[in-house]
């Protein structure tokens, strides 16, 4: 399959243990920002997001937090599995014009979980 | 239902040649998106569509590059004289108008020799 991440950030876990992603993103008019995870051989895949309104949002077993004075972005996974294991990318959007649709993606972080 | 297809998967074009990349969203999608992820990189935007209109192309890296969306459905990524740094993993991803959240597809490897 694909490999990404040959010279990304890793961050390795054992089963069950909490996991943080952290990202840091470069426009201070984004909005609206974005948690990918991308698998080997695979395409993104949306996770949670979270609008520059909030700090911080809840999923199931993610939470994304958002610090706008530090440009700072994390993911929290809870009880991390096996299947987590996948290259984590961040993403940011602005909030209008005509570049609406176009996502900025962060360097990667590769999260390996260990049974 | 069936999600963002590609193809074809896997291109292996040599240096000069011209390819097209088809980029088939979900049904009724009516955003679409192309993107460029090169090795061990987060997707790098090209160009986007709403129905058939190019909203923005400022990510296309220079007047090689081109896309189309005819019909507002399928999308074609055209690459003309193609050259070696021009391999890499290409990735349509569509939305609901302007939505948020981008469904992204297996995408097309070309690797120009």
């Known amino acids: 399959g694909e490999s990404v991440g040959l010279h990304l950030p890793t961050l390795s876990v054992q089963e069950g243990d909490n996991s943080i992603i952290n990202c840091a993103y470069s426009n201070s008019a984004s909005d609206y920002f974005i948690w990918y995870k991308q698998e080997s051989g695979k395409g993104p895949q949306f996770i949670i997001d979270i609008r520059s309104n909030m700090d911080k949002r809840q999923g199931q077993r993610v939470t994304v937090l958002l610090n706008k004075t530090v440009k700072h972005l994390s993911l929290q996974i809870a009880a991390t599995q096996p299947g987590d294991s996948a290259v984590y990318f961040c993403?940011?959007?602005?909030?209008?014009?005509?570049?609406?649709?176009?996502?900025?993606f962060g360097q990667g972080t590769i999260l390996t979980v260990h049974p | 239902g069936a999600g963002v297809s590609q193809s074809p998967r896997y291109k292996v074009t040599k240096r000069g040649q011209d390819v097209a990349l088809r980029c088939d969203p979900i049904s009724g999608h009516v955003s679409l998106y192309w993107y460029r992820q090169a090795l061990g990189q987060g997707p790098e935007f090209l160009t986007y569509f709403n129905y058939e209109a190019q909203q923005d192309k400022s990510g296309l890296p220079n007047d090689r590059f081109s896309a189309e969306r005819p019909e507002g459905s399928i999308s074609t990524l055209t690459i003309q004289r193609t050259e070696q740094r021009d391999s890499a993993m290409y990735r349509c991803?569509?939305?609901?108008?302007?939505?948020?959240?981008?469904?992204f597809g297996p995408g097309t490897r070309l690797t120009v020799t």
């Open positions: 991803a569509s939305s609901p108008l302007e939505s948020d959240e981008q469904y």
């Open positions: 993403a940011e959007k602005l909030a209008g014009g005509t570049s609406y649709g176009k996502l900025t």
